[in-house]
């Protein structure tokens, strides 16, 4: 079985640019979760896509955003970058009715 | 609210010497506990889960970790450590209900030497 992919792999970008994460989750997962892992701030979480909606989002800014798609793999969209956004952002996937979620290896954002 | 607090940012350790990794968290609520490890330029794999039951967990690789109601810790054990052991190990915790979003530690390195 297939788990959790993340592409790409590594994004430079450039202050004020967009960038554009995807994710694809486990076979029979409709829930995917993205959280930042900066340096000196940890594993943060960031969104929550449900069957195909957002269902919650951590504390962080309207420029984070994102969708789920009919297949449920998940894109989550940063606008106006900021050189503080250079993390490794991961997506993790979970059957609904279970608790355990899945790690992707990550997509590592680099702002210039 | 919840929090996670894992005491040491780094754990140096000879080969086959035994190691604990500490977490203590704060919740209003029940939990579940897990503890996810981390290669260097990965993603978090689980390494095991309390969600009830049986307090103390095992993992296939030789890991256990004891839920500690009173505590409100989770520590994690090896009685044997292997130079592949070398990671970086978090601790998280999920309510039972609502988001379930993951609130993590802050990492604890395990260095194991030759």
């Known amino acids: 079985e297939a788990g959790v992919t993340q592409s790409p792999t590594h994004l430079i970008k450039t202050r004020g640019q967009q960038a554009t994460l995807r994710c694809s989750p486990i076979?029979?997962?409709?829930?995917v979760y993205w959280y930042q892992q900066a340096l000196g701030l940890g594993l943060q979480f960031l969104l929550w896509?449900?069957?195909?909606?957002?269902?919650n989002r951590g504390n962080f800014p309207p420029r984070f955003s994102g969708r789920q798609f009919p297949n449920y793999s998940s894109e989550l969209n940063v606008n106006a970058l900021e050189l503080e956004d250079s993390a490794l952002y991961l997506c993790a996937s979970r059957v609904r009715s279970q608790e355990t979620q899945y790690f992707g290896p990550g997509t590592r954002l680099l702002v210039l | 609210a919840q929090s996670v607090t894992q005491l040491d940012s780094q754990v140096p350790v000879f080969e086959e010497a035994p190691v604990e990794l500490r977490c203590n968290y704060s919740s209003s609520v029940s939990v579940y506990l897990f503890w996810y490890v981390q290669y260097p330029n990965q993603g978090l794999q689980l390494l095991l889960k309390y969600l009830s039951g049986s307090t103390l967990v095992e993992s296939i690789n030789g890991f256990e970790a004891e839920f500690n109601k009173s505590q409100t810790s989770f520590h994690l054990r090896k009685p044997s450590v292997h130079i592949s052991d070398t990671a970086e190990y978090f601790c998280?915790?999920?309510?039972?209900?609502?988001?379930?979003?993951?609130?993590f530690g802050s990492g604890t390195r395990l260095q194991v030497q030759p």
């Open positions: 998280a915790v999920s309510g039972l209900t609502g988001r379930r979003a993951l609130t």
């Open positions: 896509y449900d069957e195909g909606e957002e269902r």
């Open positions: 076979s029979g997962h409709t829930s």
